[in-house]
């Protein structure tokens, strides 16, 4: 809980501080308030839930029987409640995407920040190719939220981002109850 509340603290204060290389970034244009569209965050919910059924249908394939280290059991490990699921998936939404989309994506882009932010992840690993599998499975989906962002706004890529991590937490919690 203290790792996501650091998330989305220092995350975004990252994020903000990067913005300010390219010239002097008002707190309110960081956060881009004034682009608050109920449109583009019902998009970025319902895409992030869908991309999470489909996440989970393919990270219950065989080939992830044996992978050491497979999200559903770091996360079941973690013995949290639904309500502690769904604050990591806010806080991560928040944070990761002000530091990633707004932060650094406007320097590097849609493609590297996205492989980026899958390898920060741990998903790109050349020393366990099975859980580098699940890089390939969410890859995709981190490549269409950062379009999103750019597309859409900030506040798509948040909705996307919390609603896939909420469905995942959600299945994975309610499977250890």
Not at 44 to 67: K, P, T
Request: aromatic share 18%.
């Amino acid at each position: 809980m203290i790792l996501g509340l650091a998330t989305l603290l220092i995350f975004p204060l990252i994020g903000y501080l990067l913005c300010q290389i390219s010239g002097p970034v008002s707190l309110l244009e960081f956060l881009e308030l004034d682009k608050t569209n109920p449109v583009s965050i019902g998009y970025g919910l319902e895409f992030g839930i869908i991309y999470a059924f489909i996440a989970y249908f393919l990270m219950n394939a065989s080939v992830f029987d044996n992978v050491s280290t497979r999200i559903d059991t770091l996360i079941s490990s973690l013995k949290l409640k639904l309500w502690q699921g769904l604050f990591l998936s806010l806080c991560a939404g928040i944070g990761e995407e002000l530091l990633f989309r707004a932060g650094i994506q406007p320097f590097f882009g849609v493609i590297t920040t996205s492989i980026l932010f899958i390898a920060l992840h741990g998903y790109l690993n050349p020393f366990n190719w099975r859980f580098s599998l699940y890089g390939i499975i969410a890859l995709p989906f981190i490549l269409l939220l950062s379009f999103g962002y750019v597309h859409f706004g900030l506040y798509f890529a948040i909705a996307a981002h919390f609603s896939y991590d909420a469905v995942l937490f959600t299945f994975i919690i309610n499977e250890n109850d």
